[in-house]
Antibody
Framework: QVQLVQSGAEVKKPGASVKVSCKAS????????MHWVRQAPGQGLEWMGW????????KSAQKFQGRVTMTRDTSINTAYMELSRLRSDDTAAYHC?????????????????WGQGTTVTVSS | QSVLTQPPSASGTPGQRVTISCSGS????????VNWYQQLPGTAPKLLIY???QRPSGVPDRFSGSKSGTSASLAISGLQSEDEADYYC???????????FGGGTKLTVL
């Protein structure tokens, strides 16, 4: 079945970087946009950005521009999100989520498959 | 606008019908479709309603969505205990060039 499996929990110090992986199965990662959404403890959902895994093109929320890098490795059907210059308020669960088809010409679509989330804790 | 506006909480008794509202603006709900997500405690969000009123396969028809202008709503009829969860609306925002989420509504089944 279609699923996204993310890498395990991370503990990082302020100023460090974290890279989260998201392995797709049951479909080809290059066929659908991949979004990254985070959720701080007890808080709501916050969209971070998307990648078109077919072209490699990305778009990130202004809040994260300059700190977030989204990439993919098509040979292993996996997407990645790296967040740099971590702060304590980056402590959150980070989810990858499948968006619409890249062939539709628009990234605007419901997020129909979600990864289980990767908890990132930033603490000195 | 940083988030779409939802009530922080809602409640109902088993069998009741509850609605959750979601208010936005012309750059998001007013010009794009609305999706709803259900997040059960300790789990990842799940797509519940897409394109305003469509249900993915497996979602009971007790769940329905609607949209009018810059607002949308989620209705749950025949409320069940397993519906106790957080519910988020979302709509593509033309300024953000990405999905904008509501702040979430915690539904309690009394």
């Amino acid at each position: 079945q279609v699923q996204l499996v993310q890498s395990g929990a991370e503990v990082k110090k302020p100023g460090a970087s974290v890279k989260v992986s998201c392995k797709a199965s049951g479909y080809t990662v290059t066929d659908y946009y991949m979004h990254w959404v985070r959720q701080a403890p007890g808080q709501g959902l916050e969209w971070m950005g998307w990648i078109n895994p077919n072209s490699g093109g990305t778009k990130s929320a202004q809040k994260f521009q300059g700190r977030v890098t989204m990439t993919r490795d098509t040979s292993i059907n996996t997407a990645y999100m790296e967040l740099s210059r971590l702060r304590s308020d980056d402590t959150a669960a980070y989810h990858c989520a499948r968006g619409g088809s890249v062939w539709s010409g628009s990234a605007a679509d419901g997020l129909d498959v979600w990864g289980q989330g990767t908890t990132v804790t930033v603490s000195s | 606008q940083s988030v779409l506006t939802q009530p922080p909480s809602a409640s109902g008794t088993p069998g009741q019908r509850v609605t959750i509202s979601c208010s936005g603006s012309s750059s998001n709900i007013g010009s794009n479709t609305v999706n709803w997500y259900q997040q059960l405690p300790g789990t990842a969000p799940k797509l519940l309603i897409y394109t305003n009123n469509q249900r993915p396969s497996g979602v009971p028809d007790r769940f329905s969505g609607s949209k009018s202008g810059t607002s949308a709503s989620l209705a749950i009829s025949g409320l069940q205990s397993e519906d106790e969860a957080d519910y988020y609306c979302a709509a593509w925002d033309d300024s953000l060039n990405g999905p904008l989420f509501g702040g979430g509504t915690k539904l309690t089944v009394l």
